[in-house]
C-alpha cells in the first residue's frame, strides 16, 4: 500500500513536469493570430491570444487549452469593451506589450451578477485585474499598477516619475471621474438604453441638459487640460490622455458627433490614435461603434427584468 502511494506521488510530479514544459513552450514569444471571442451564458468569457496593434504579437502567448483553469503567471483582464474603463485598461496594456489573458464578462447579458464573477469581484462592476493571488478593481487603479510594475520596460511618458508631471496626471485622473466620465457616459445611457429599459423616447429637456454638461467638461478638457499642447501633460502622451479619449468615444458611438466644432480636439484625437495605433484604436472600440445593436441584445436578454431596476435608477 505504501508503495502504491509513492509511486502515485511519483507520476503526480512527472505529470506537473510535463505540464510545465508544455506551458513554457505556448509562452514563447511567436507570432499568432487573434482568436475570436465566444461567450458563455452566466459566466465569464472563455480566454483568446493577445496580439499587438500591427497584428505581430507583443508579449507571452497563452493557448486557452493548456489553461487549467488559468495559468498562475499571466495576468488576467476581466473586461467588457462596451465599458470605457476597461477600453482604456486593453488599449494601455496592448500598446504597451504587458501580456494578459482576456476575460469578458459581458455586460448586456449580465455576467457581472454571475456567482462565477462574484468570486472575483464582490464590486460586480469591470474592469478587473488578477496577477497571481492579487485582485484590483477600478480603471485607475489598475492602469497605474501597470505602469508601476513594468516600469522597466514601459515608456516614462505613460505615467512620469517627474513630480509635477505625475502630478498633471493624477490631476486629469481625478478630475474626469465627475466630469467627463459622469457627463459622457449619461449621454450614451440615455441615447443608447433608455428607450429599452423605460420603453418611451427620451424627454428632450433631459437630453439636451445632459448634452450641455457634457459640452461644458469637453470645454475644460480643452481650456485647462489641453490648453496649446499636443496631449494633456505636455509633448507625449500619458494615462491622461487614454482615459480622456476612451470617455470621449462612448457618446460618439451613439451617433453623436462631440468633436463636431472642435479641431483642437479633432487633432489631438488624432495625435493619440497615432500613438496608440489606428488598428489597436479601431479594434478596442469595434463594440462601441456598433452600440445600436446593443438595446435589441438586451431585449433578447431573459435577465433584462433584472437589469431594469438598475438603470431605472440611474435614469429617475
Given at each position: 500500500?505504501?508503495?502504491?502511494?509513492?509511486?502515485?506521488?511519483?507520476?503526480?510530479?512527472?505529470?506537473?513536469?510535463?505540464?510545465?514544459?508544455?506551458?513554457?513552450i505556448y509562452v514563447l514569444p511567436i507570432p499568432v493570430y487573434p482568436l475570436r471571442l465566444t461567450a458563455r451564458r452566466g459566466g465569464v468569457l472563455s480566454r483568446r491570444r493577445i496580439t499587438g496593434e500591427?497584428?505581430?504579437?507583443?508579449?507571452?502567448?497563452?493557448?486557452?487549452?493548456?489553461?487549467?483553469?488559468?495559468?498562475?503567471?499571466?495576468?488576467?483582464?476581466?473586461?467588457?469593451?462596451?465599458?470605457?474603463?476597461?477600453?482604456?485598461?486593453?488599449?494601455?496594456?496592448?500598446?504597451?506589450?504587458?501580456?494578459?489573458?482576456?476575460?469578458?464578462?459581458?455586460?448586456?447579458?449580465?455576467?457581472?451578477?454571475?456567482?462565477?464573477?462574484?468570486?472575483?469581484?464582490?464590486?460586480?462592476?469591470?474592469?478587473?485585474?488578477?496577477?497571481?493571488?492579487?485582485?484590483?478593481?477600478?480603471?485607475?487603479?489598475?492602469?497605474?499598477?501597470?505602469?508601476?510594475?513594468?516600469?522597466?520596460?514601459?515608456?516614462?511618458?505613460?505615467?512620469?516619475?517627474?513630480?509635477?508631471?505625475?502630478?498633471?496626471?493624477?490631476?486629469?485622473?481625478?478630475?474626469?471621474?465627475?466630469?467627463?466620465?459622469?457627463?459622457?457616459?449619461?449621454?450614451?445611457?440615455?441615447?443608447?438604453?433608455?428607450?429599452?429599459?423605460?420603453?418611451?423616447?427620451?424627454?428632450?429637456?433631459?437630453?439636451?441638459?445632459?448634452?450641455?454638461?457634457?459640452?461644458?467638461?469637453?470645454?475644460?478638457?480643452?481650456?485647462?487640460?489641453?490648453?496649446?499642447?499636443?496631449?494633456?501633460?505636455?509633448?507625449?502622451?500619458?494615462?491622461?490622455?487614454?482615459?480622456?479619449?476612451?470617455?470621449?468615444?462612448?457618446?460618439?458611438?451613439?451617433?453623436?458627433?462631440?468633436?463636431?466644432?472642435?479641431?483642437?480636439?479633432?487633432?489631438?484625437?488624432?495625435?493619440?490614435?497615432?500613438?496608440?495605433?489606428?488598428?489597436?484604436?479601431?479594434?478596442?472600440?469595434?463594440?462601441?461603434?456598433?452600440?445600436?445593436?446593443?438595446?435589441?441584445?438586451?431585449?433578447?436578454?431573459?435577465?433584462?427584468?433584472?437589469?431594469?431596476?438598475?438603470?431605472?435608477?440611474?435614469?429617475?
Amino acid at each position: 500500500m505504501r508503495l502504491l502511494c509513492i509511486l502515485s506521488r511519483l507520476i503526480q510530479r512527472l505529470l506537473n513536469q510535463i505540464q510545465s514544459t508544455i506551458t513554457k513552450i505556448y509562452v514563447l514569444p511567436i507570432p499568432v493570430y487573434p482568436l475570436r471571442l465566444t461567450a458563455r451564458r452566466g459566466g465569464v468569457l472563455s480566454r483568446r491570444r493577445i496580439t499587438g496593434e500591427d497584428g505581430r504579437h507583443r508579449g507571452r502567448v497563452v493557448e486557452a487549452k493548456h489553461l487549467q483553469p488559468s495559468d498562475p503567471d499571466v495576468m488576467e483582464l476581466y473586461l467588457d469593451l462596451h465599458s470605457q474603463p476597461c477600453r482604456s485598461v486593453f488599449l494601455f496594456a496592448k500598446a504597451v506589450g504587458i501580456p494578459f489573458e482576456f476575460k469578458l464578462v459581458d455586460l448586456a447579458a449580465g455576467q457581472q451578477y454571475s456567482e462565477e464573477f462574484g468570486k472575483i469581484s464582490i464590486m460586480r462592476k469591470v474592469p478587473v485585474m488578477k496577477d497571481g493571488s492579487f485582485i484590483l478593481t477600478e480603471s485607475v487603479a489598475i492602469l497605474k499598477y501597470l505602469a508601476q510594475k513594468h516600469s522597466s520596460s514601459v515608456a516614462d511618458h505613460w505615467y512620469p516619475a517627474e513630480l509635477k508631471q505625475r502630478a498633471c496626471v493624477n490631476e486629469y485622473l481625478s478630475w474626469q471621474h465627475m466630469n467627463l466620465r459622469t457627463h459622457g457616459s449619461k449621454v450614451f445611457l440615455l441615447r443608447a438604453l433608455y428607450p429599452v429599459i423605460m420603453g418611451s423616447e427620451v424627454p428632450k429637456e433631459k437630453m439636451d441638459a445632459a448634452i450641455e454638461d457634457l459640452n461644458q467638461s469637453l470645454n475644460l478638457l480643452e481650456e485647462k487640460f489641453l490648453q496649446k499642447k499636443p496631449f494633456i501633460v505636455g509633448e507625449k502622451i500619458s494615462l491622461a490622455d487614454l482615459v480622456a479619449v476612451v470617455e470621449i468615444m462612448q457618446p460618439v458611438g451613439t451617433g453623436l458627433d462631440v468633436f463636431e466644432g472642435r479641431p483642437k480636439l479633432i487633432a489631438w484625437r488624432e495625435r493619440v490614435k497615432k500613438e496608440i495605433g489606428e488598428k489597436l484604436f479601431d479594434e478596442a472600440h469595434e463594440a462601441i461603434m456598433k452600440v445600436t445593436s446593443l438595446p435589441q441584445k438586451m431585449k433578447s436578454n431573459s435577465d433584462l427584468e433584472m437589469l431594469i431596476p438598475k438603470f431605472r435608477k440611474i435614469f429617475s
